[in-house]
């Protein structure tokens, strides 16, 4: 027998038993991976963030806002109602004296040098004290420091604490970019004709990095950083804080799904 008519044979022996069989189906689950356990927890303290960038968005009290919304709605954990921190006065309160000046950014000194900048000449106010991503990264120790994360946690009641650093900041790249353009022939028909065009655009871009630390014992026990940008064309005037909340809506799914047991549902056939 050659080996088209072998498989013509198993076909018909495939069909001859389906049509004598009935098939159903059978529903299966597939859990995920989950980004850590969150099993031990019942409240979520959203803390605050070390923040720097535009000072048109307080990225710490927005970012709190936020995430405290969407967790009452996505999450089983109860959300702890408390003041937003101002996270990067305490870090570097932390930081104490022995500080260096270029670990104490721009616009953002110590409570000890606020008499001096208040003599400071008026035409130096309207200098750029925004925080680089750079400068914001000298505030990170607070998050190692294991005690003061503890201490808080027994304040609530050992919660889960979401923290981090949230950075956003005005944006600006020219290039070439692609766009289209509506055409008609002699005929009147239509057509769109991609073209490339050099233009200036502006934009934010926002760098977050979310820290999940276990009040009970105050160690991290998960880290999640994003990078999100967006331009629009010189002409379009858009605020910064709705700028915000659309760079927020891309990656707010990434960090919500860390707060429950996902699983992928599903049917498979089977013969009987």
Same mark, same amino acid.
């Given at each position: 027998?050659?080996? %088209? ?7 018909? !022996?495939?069909?001859?038993?389906? +049509? !004598? ?16 356990? *969150? ?10 963030? =070390? ?20 967790? &009452?709605? /996505? ?17 570097? $309160? ?9 670990? *104490? ?6 409570? @000890? ?11 130096? =106010? +309207?200098?750029?004290? %925004?925080?680089?991503?750079? @400068? ?8 190692? /420091?294991?005690?003061?994360? &503890?201490?808080? +946690? ?19 790249? %020219?290039?070439?970019? /692609?766009?289209? &353009? ?6 009147? =028909? ?11 655009? &502006? ?20 880290? $999640? ?29 990434? =960090?919500?799904?860390?707060?429950? /047991? ?11």
């Amino acid at each position: 027998m050659t080996v %088209s008519a072998k498989t013509l044979a198993s076909v018909a !022996c495939v069909a001859l038993l389906t +049509g !004598c069989a009935s098939l159903y189906e059978i529903p299966i689950e597939t859990p995920l991976t989950p980004k850590l356990d *969150i099993s031990k927890f019942q409240q979520v303290l959203i803390a605050g963030f =070390v923040s720097g960038g535009s000072e048109d968005v307080d990225a710490n009290i927005e970012t709190a806002r936020l995430l405290r919304s969407q967790l &009452r709605r /996505n999450s089983e954990l109860e959300v702890i109602d408390a003041a937003v921190l101002p996270l990067i006065e305490i870090a570097a $309160e932390q930081a104490g004296p022995t500080r260096n000046a270029a670990a *104490i950014p721009d616009g953002f000194a110590a409570a @000890e040098a606020d008499n001096e900048q208040d003599n400071e000449p008026a035409d130096a =106010v +309207g200098e750029d004290d %925004s925080m680089s991503e750079q @400068e914001l990264e000298g505030y990170e120790t607070i998050f190692a /420091n294991v005690g003061y994360w &503890r201490d808080l +946690g027994e304040e609530y009641q050992n919660p889960l604490i979401l923290t981090g650093t949230i950075y956003f900041s005005p944006y600006a790249q %020219s290039g070439m970019v /692609n766009t289209e &353009r509506e055409e008609y022939d002699s005929f009147g =028909v239509r057509r769109i004709v991609p073209i490339r065009t050099y233009r200036d655009r &502006r934009g934010f871009v926002l760098s977050p990095k979310f820290i999940f630390i276990d009040g009970e014992t105050g160690a991290t026990l998960y880290t $999640e950083r994003h990078r999100e940008e967006i331009l629009y064309d010189v002409s379009q005037n858009t605020p910064a804080l709705s700028s915000y909340f659309e760079l927020m809506d891309r990656l707010l799914p990434s =960090v919500l799904s860390a707060f429950s /047991n996902q699983s992928i549902r599903g049917t498979r056939t089977l013969l009987k």
